[in-house]
Every structure is written in structure tokens, then in C-alpha cells.
């Protein structure tokens, strides 16, 4: 029988623990995409052919629609968590200014990464210009848990 109380209290004692752990997490990578008018990012479901596309549509930019930033994360699961992801891209406008875009979404964590997805597309793309730098964050609330920029942010 004590044995059996033994048990009954360890394993109450893990999960209180389990449940006060703060929330990790972690941006694992962020990816760019230029999209054609179709808004397609490759031709085929090659990853060699989805970087030769790229590439040529770097060297034909009036065949570009929109840009599209993939971004792979991680979190652990917890108890009122309030997840978000937050990309911040700073470019050049076509007059030469310097211009800032940020998108947000909530993310809900689990066990595996996730990717979540954000477009500049439209007008919204043909005004923003070129762009140099971007960065990538994951936030519980207000507390900031993970990140991954570019090396010119």
C-alpha cells in the first residue's frame, strides 16, 4: 500500500513540475520566396529545380508577383501559452527610401515544428522594392523566446 502512495506522489509531484516549466522555443529558419503570377515558387516539386526558378526569377523581376517568407519554428507546448510568429522585413523602395514591413500571426505549439507562411504580394510588393534584410521572432506575450535573422539585419 505504500508503494502505491509512493507512486500516487511522484507522479502528481512530475506533473506540477512539467506544468510550471516556462515555454521554449526556437525559429529554426526562415525561407524567401519570389512567386510568379501563377504564385508558384518552382515549376516542379524538386528542390533543385525550386532553386534554378528562383534564380531565374531574380534575372526576370517583371515576372515576379509576390515574395513569400516561410518560416520553420518550434515551441514547446505549455499551459496559457499566447504564441505568436513575427517577421520584420526592411527594404528599399524604387525611390530609394528605406521602408520596414512586419506581419504577425498566432502560432499554437506542438510536438513537431511547424512553418508558417506570410505574403507581400499586390501593390504591396511593387511599392516595397527590394529586400535587404529581414528577421524572424517567436513571442510568448510579450517575452521573446526565439530568433533568426539575416546577416545584414
Same mark, same amino acid.
Given at each position: 500500500?505504500? !508503494?502505491?502512495?509512493?507512486?500516487?506522489?511522484?507522479? %502528481?509531484?512530475?506533473?506540477?513540475?512539467?506544468?510550471?516549466?516556462?515555454?521554449?522555443?526556437?525559429?529554426?529558419?526562415?525561407?524567401?520566396?519570389?512567386?510568379?503570377?501563377?504564385?508558384? $515558387?518552382?515549376?516542379?516539386?524538386?528542390?533543385? $529545380?525550386?532553386?534554378?526558378?528562383?534564380?531565374?526569377?531574380?534575372?526576370?523581376?517583371?515576372?515576379?508577383?509576390? /515574395?513569400?517568407?516561410?518560416?520553420?519554428?518550434? !515551441?514547446?507546448?505549455?499551459? $496559457?501559452?499566447?504564441?505568436? /510568429?513575427?517577421?520584420?522585413?526592411?527594404? /528599399?523602395?524604387?525611390?530609394?527610401?528605406?521602408? /520596414?514591413?512586419?506581419?504577425?500571426?498566432? %502560432? %499554437? !505549439?506542438?510536438?513537431?515544428?511547424?512553418?508558417?507562411?506570410?505574403?507581400? $504580394?499586390?501593390?504591396?510588393?511593387?511599392?516595397?522594392?527590394?529586400?535587404?534584410?529581414?528577421?524572424?521572432?517567436?513571442?510568448?506575450?510579450?517575452?521573446?523566446?526565439?530568433?533568426?535573422?539575416?546577416?545584414?539585419?
Amino acid at each position: 500500500m505504500r !508503494a502505491f502512495w509512493i507512486c500516487c506522489f511522484l507522479i %502528481v509531484a512530475l506533473g506540477s513540475a512539467a506544468a510550471t516549466v516556462p515555454v521554449t522555443g526556437r525559429v529554426i529558419k526562415l525561407l524567401p520566396f519570389f512567386l510568379d503570377q501563377q504564385g508558384r $515558387d518552382s515549376t516542379t516539386p524538386s528542390l533543385f $529545380d525550386r532553386d534554378a526558378y528562383q534564380v531565374y526569377l531574380r534575372q526576370h523581376p517583371k515576372e515576379i508577383s509576390a /515574395i513569400r517568407f516561410d518560416v520553420q519554428w518550434k !515551441a514547446r507546448k505549455a499551459a $496559457d501559452e499566447k504564441l505568436k /510568429i513575427r517577421v520584420e522585413v526592411r527594404g /528599399i523602395s524604387r525611390d530609394g527610401s528605406p521602408v /520596414i514591413k512586419t506581419f504577425e500571426s498566432p %502560432v %499554437v !505549439a506542438g510536438v513537431f515544428s511547424r512553418w508558417t507562411k506570410f505574403s507581400l $504580394d499586390g501593390d504591396g510588393y511593387h511599392q516595397f522594392g527590394s529586400v535587404v534584410a529581414w528577421r524572424a521572432t517567436l513571442w510568448n506575450e510579450d517575452q521573446l523566446i526565439g530568433a533568426q535573422q539575416s546577416f545584414l539585419w
